[in-house]
């Protein structure tokens, strides 16, 4: 499975953006889905996750801000982002646990794609 990130740029405060992230391959499944964002000098950390019964986590940060979603037909997770803040400012990097054949189960992350917020 290999993910493709993109939407990601350069967006005023106050502004909206989307992300997508879609797997390519055939024979699998998207089972969990994450965002996840690392901005410079610090930690990468989980920004919202989605699991495969539609259960919904959000970092306090984000939350009433961004949303998570997926499309299982696309084999494609979103981030809609709302009213980002500098703050916001990050690499951001997609995260998709698969099932494949016979119930075997990867875990993968695409290639981040930035997202600049302006003031």
């Known amino acids: 499975v290999q993910l493709q990130a993109s939407g990601g740029g350069l967006v005023q405060a106050g502004g909206s953006l989307r992300l997508s992230c879609t797997g390519s391959g055939s024979g699998f499944s998207i089972k969990n889905a994450a965002w996840y964002r690392q901005a410079p000098g610090k930690q990468r950390e989980l920004v919202a996750s989605i699991t495969e019964g539609g259960n919904l986590n959000y970092a306090e940060a984000v939350k009433g801000r961004f949303t998570i979603s997926r499309d299982n037909a696309k084999k494609t997770v979103y981030l809609q982002m709302n009213s980002p803040k500098p703050a916001d400012t990050a690499v951001y990097y997609c995260?998709?646990?698969?099932?494949?054949?016979?119930?075997?189960?990867?875990?993968?992350w695409g290639q981040g794609t930035q997202v600049t917020v302006s003031s």
């Open positions: 995260n998709l646990v698969t099932r494949g054949g016979k119930g075997s189960i990867r875990d993968d």
